[in-house]
């Protein structure tokens, strides 16, 4: 029942900014790693930015510089500062994390259900 609701995305013009969040909610023992994935028109799906518990970033090229992933442990949420957007960063981005719901059990992969993030003058 661990479910993830991805939230914050919308119209944004060239050079402006967003912020993504994403709640992780139910039984929850353990976090590993939650990350943001995007997919454009015509695209494959791709990684844009994760982090791990400890805290460790990896990020999409095009991205480096201009957006932030972070995570607030106490609330089991991550966010994506995206700033000096481009009409390019237009997708769907999608939530992502690797979790362990009860102590002594493998991490999973669950998915949040996407938020539009759309980017034009």
């Known amino acids: 029942q661990v479910q993830l609701v991805d939230s914050g995305g919308g119209l944004v013009q060239p050079g402006g900014s967003l912020r993504l969040s994403c709640a992780a909610s139910g039984s929850i023992f353990k976090i590993y790693s939650m990350a943001w994935y995007r997919r454009a028109p015509g695209k494959e799906r791709e990684l844009v930015a994760l982090?791990?518990?400890?805290?460790?970033?990896n990020y999409l090229d095009s991205v480096k510089g201009r957006f932030t992933i972070s995570r607030d442990n106490a609330k089991n949420t991550v966010y994506l500062q995206m700033n000096s957007l481009k009409p390019e960063d237009t997708a769907v981005y999608y939530c992502?994390?690797?979790?362990?719901?009860?102590?002594?059990?493998?991490?999973?992969?669950?998915w949040g259900q996407g938020t539009q993030v759309t980017v034009s003058a």
């Open positions: 982090i791990t518990s400890v805290g460790s970033t």
């Open positions: 992502n994390a690797d979790l362990a719901s009860v102590q002594l059990t493998p991490p999973k992969n669950y």
